[in-house]
């Protein structure tokens, strides 16, 4: 697990955007408390989704309005069709950990 911030940088509701090892991930603090991580691009367009806003567990792509599940990677809505990596997230003393090995089986 790769150390990447303190949970206080990441208020409830919001998503950052992180450089881990050259993989662009989307860090979420999903609305219901739990910390969330997704590969930081829409598989339907490159836009970053961690520009994009948080509603319950689910990341929205800014451009098009495609949601993310951020437990599963998968799409809720068009135009997306594909999912997205997600990663392992922890919470240790505060600080939130991930590994770049996808939980859901989906590369990049």
């Known amino acids: 697990m790769i150390r990447i911030c303190s949970a206080e940088d990441i208020p409830k509701g919001t998503a950052i955007s992180a450089d ?3 993989t662009r991930i989307a860090l979420v ?7 969330y991580a997704a590969y930081d691009e829409c ?3 490159s836009v970053a989704l961690s ?4 509603d319950g567990c689910t ?5 098009h309005g495609s ?5 599963t990677g998968e799409p809720t809505g068009l135009p997306a069709t594909e999912p997205v990596p997600v990663y392992p997230v922890e919470v240790r ?4 950990y991930l590994s770049l090995t996808p ?3 989906v590369t990049r």
Request: net charge negative; glycine share 18%.
């Open 93 to 96: 003393d505060g600080d939130i």
């Open 67 to 71: 949601r993310f599940d951020l437990r």
């Open 29 to 35: 603090h999903g609305e219901d408390g739990v910390f």
């Open 59 to 63: 990341l929205e792509c800014w451009l």
């Open 51 to 54: 520009e994009g806003e948080v």
């Open 43 to 45: 598989s339907h367009a």
């Open 20 to 22: 881990v090892d050259g």
């Open 103 to 105: 939980s859901n089986g």
